[in-house]
């Protein structure tokens, strides 16, 4: 009984260390922007349905949130069990908000940024980026002084 329970905490260990990698992951600083909270579980999970009005089928969600006197910027991670899953659910999202052009966001493009396919929009008094990188789907709101400088420096540091 005393091995089962070891193996069971043992297996909770591990699973959490790997839920939490990612998390742990986010760049410190985006720009002039510092990390000051990180969101990994359940948290982050219900931070990034309620952005879409619904529960997505994504494995893991991490939210990390920077800030640097007035200037704010958040980062968004939806890591699926397969890059195929990232990559339908980046183009879903796009196709989306390009279809709604003008009521939340505007000046959809699609740019490349270190050879990286990557979305732009604007709206919210901020910039928005998004992009799949591997089996994650990322997406940057961050105040536009701190734009261009922040989603390279994203985009270098996420694995």
């Known amino acids: 009984m005393i ?3 070891s193996l069971l905490f043992s297996l909770c260990l591990i699973l959490l260390n790997a839920s939490l990698a990612i998390g742990n992951s986010l760049p410190q600083s985006i720009g002039s922007l510092r990390l000051e909270q990180i ?3 359940e948290e982050a999970r219900q ?3 309620a952005l879409h009005g619904k529960e997505l089928g994504y494995r893991n969600g991490y939210v990390g949130t920077y800030g640097g006197g007035t200037r704010k910027a958040k980062v968004w991670v939806s890591e699926y069990g397969a890059e195929v899953e990232a990559v339908e659910a980046n183009k879903k999202m796009a196709e989306k908000i390009q279809a709604m052009e003008g009521r939340a966001f505007w000046h959809f493009q ?3 940024i270190n050879s990286v396919p990557v979305y732009f929009v604007v709206g919210q008094g901020q910039a ?3 992009f799949r990188k591997g089996k994650r ?3 940057l709101a961050v105040d536009p002084p701190e734009a261009r400088k922040s989603i390279r ?3 270098g540091q996420i694995p």
């Open 153 to 155: 420096d994203l985009l």
């Open 3 to 5: 091995l089962v329970r």
């Open 39 to 41: 969101l990994v579980g």
């Open 128 to 130: 928005h980026y998004f």
């Open 47 to 49: 931070e990034i349905n």
């Open 137 to 139: 789907v990322i997406w």
């Open 110 to 112: 699609e740019i490349s």
